[in-house]
DNA sequence: ATGATAAACGGACCGCAGTCCGTTTCTATT
DNA sequence: AATAGAAACGGACTGCGGTCCGTTTATCAT
């Protein structure tokens, strides 16, 4: 149990030449050696040797094999991110708070079938990748969407359950074991926002329809 | 990669004899060492040591370290199953299929309060929890409810995404790291599960407002 | 240039989950 | 009671993530 070490950004400035030259080089090696055999194949020391450095300062630079991991994936999380936070439509401001919201889930459920063994292993860490900048990010904008749509409540919390739908471990497992197509799952996701959005509140639970 | 240990259930008879005495030997070394200690601070040779058991006999018997701990749970679970498959209500089958739905998960979030560390390891397995047939249980009981509810659609994922929320790692996460009671987290699965059933399918998207 | 100092380095080391395989023990059969 | 063969046993062994700490190196002040 250690104080966090990137609560929401790392610096990289004021960084010493070597340190930021071994980064580069670690980065290279992980990347190259993930295309060539798939992450679950990847050792740690795999990568120092590699990248021509040691191991301790593998660990020193990204922490634990999910910093790694979650290193490599920042490039594309961050397309993401500019994705549904300022592109165009569906997902982006010009649009709906619905749609965005579907338009939302559809894209991270794409992006498993594409990274999905990277995101699953960066979610594989002991101290929860819940407290990772990407993932609060996703949380976040998930319930500006919902506040947008008009759902009251506590609408941070229902934003923590519906991302949990979306995690990279559990849309891997329906459709590589359980052999869902993606895009059911993603119509899934549309089904559950759209009900999320439109269904009532409890704490109203008068109006019921006695069939 | 093995072929599924165990499937849906595991025999049992027909076992000899040593390996039945050491069966419980070790679950009854690994119910006092986690009762001592808690559970992340137990390791297998523990166990084994503490049983007078050798190591390679845990591996036989549980398959993994999250095995083990699935079968120290069987007994709560167990009762956990009862309770909403034949119990009364709110949670058994004399009430209304919504009522029942959010007991279910009510009941869930506070079996964390007790059990969090073992639910929380039992679900750390690499190869998926998922196939766990205690999850499976519930999962099959949440889709049967939504369907009960008047829910149209493919309910077995909408309820795959529903228990996802319930995971214990998340719930652990919330109570214990961001703070939140765990009433609260209760009453947000309420709002969830009420939505849901309440809202309007994906598929009939006309009537929307326009603000 | 040179020396002081903090930062970074590297690889031996540790702990633990999980495997392997030679040895022991149960049980069914006669 | 003897025995054969399958099942179970046990503990040394492997592989990997992560740590530790003595050594090296970049940087900055003089």
Same mark, same amino acid.
């Given at each position: ?116 063994? @990277? #995101? &699953? +292993? =960066? ?8 407290? %990772?900048? $990407?993932?609060?990010? /996703? !949380?976040?904008?998930?319930?500006? @969407? #919902? &506040? +947008? =749509? ?8 229902? %934003?923590? $359950?519906?991302?949990? /739908? !979306?995690?990279?471990?559990?849309? @891997? ?12 799952? %993603? ?25």
């Amino acid at each position: 149990m250690n104080t966090r070490p990137l609560p929401l950004a790392d610096d990289r400035s004021s960084e010493r030449g070597d340190a930021a030259r071994n980064r580069t080089r670690l980065l290279e090696a992980a990347a190259l050696l993930v295309a060539e055999r798939g992450v679950d194949a990847v050792t740690m020391d795999d990568v120092a040797a590699r990248a021509g450095v040691g191991k301790g300062t593998v660990f020193r630079r990204f922490g634990s094999r999910a910093g790694l991991v979650r290193a490599l994936l920042d490039h594309s999380e961050r397309e993401f991110q500019q994705g549904f936070l300022f592109g165009p439509p569906p997902l982006g401001p010009d649009a709906e708070p619905l749609d965005r919201l579907v338009a939302f889930g559809r894209a991270r459920i794409e992006l498993v079938e594409v990274q999905g063994e @990277l #995101l &699953r +292993a =960066a979610e594989s860490a002991a101290e929860s990748h819940y407290f %990772a900048p $990407s993932h609060l990010v /996703s !949380l976040t904008h998930v319930d500006a @969407l #919902l &506040r +947008a =749509a008009g759902v009251g409540g506590d609408t941070r919390l229902l %934003a923590t $359950s519906l991302v949990a /739908s !979306l995690e990279a471990t559990l849309v @891997l497992h329906q459709w590589r074991e359980l052999g869902y197509p993606l895009r059911q799952l %993603a119509d899934n996701w549309a089904e559950l926002a759209h009900r999320v959005v439109t269904g009532t509140s409890a704490s109203a639970r008068d109006t019921r329809v006695v069939t």
